[in-house]
Nanobody
Framework: QVQLVESGGGSVQAGGSLRLSCAAS?????????MGWFRQAPGKEREGVAA????????YYADSVKGRFTISQDNAKNTLYLQMNSLKPEDTAMYYC??????????????????WGQGTQVTVSS
């Protein structure tokens, strides 16, 4: 079992930055699987934001965040990060960390991931 705890959310004005963290405990997330960030805005479906395939260091991003968000991880600390710059009001959502994403499925697919955190709220005001 892997437990995931997100932190770093908050309220920021448009153009600002936040860094989300996701601390993993229990079993170590498998390096040959995806770790990712998803978000869900009120009234909308949960969507994939970014993912990393640890074994190769490959990163993946939704088109809406490319060039603004950066996913990274510190394996020594078992922590996943999401650096979010140039934030926009449409980035407002609950952000979730996910682990053990099946590499045979799309990194953006919720059903590919086995473990989820409880989420951290990000609110961007205009």
């Amino acid at each position: 079992q892997v437990q995931l705890v997100e932190s770093g959310g908050g309220s920021v004005q448009a153009g600002g930055s936040l860094r989300l963290s996701c601390a993993a405990s229990g079993d170590t997330p498998r390096s040959t699987y995806f770790m990712g960030w998803f978000r869900q805005a009120p009234g909308k479906e949960r969507e994939g934001v970014a993912a990393i395939y640890t074994a190769k260091g490959s990163t993946y991003y939704a088109d809406s965040v490319k060039g603004r968000f950066t996913i990274s991880q510190d394996n020594a600390k078992n922590t996943l990060y999401l650096q979010m710059n140039s934030l926009k009001p449409e980035d407002t959502a609950m952000y979730y960390c996910a682990a053990d994403g099946n590499p045979l499925r799309g990194w953006w697919s919720q059903s590919a991931y086995k473990y989820w955190g409880q989420g951290t709220q990000v609110t961007v005001s205009s």
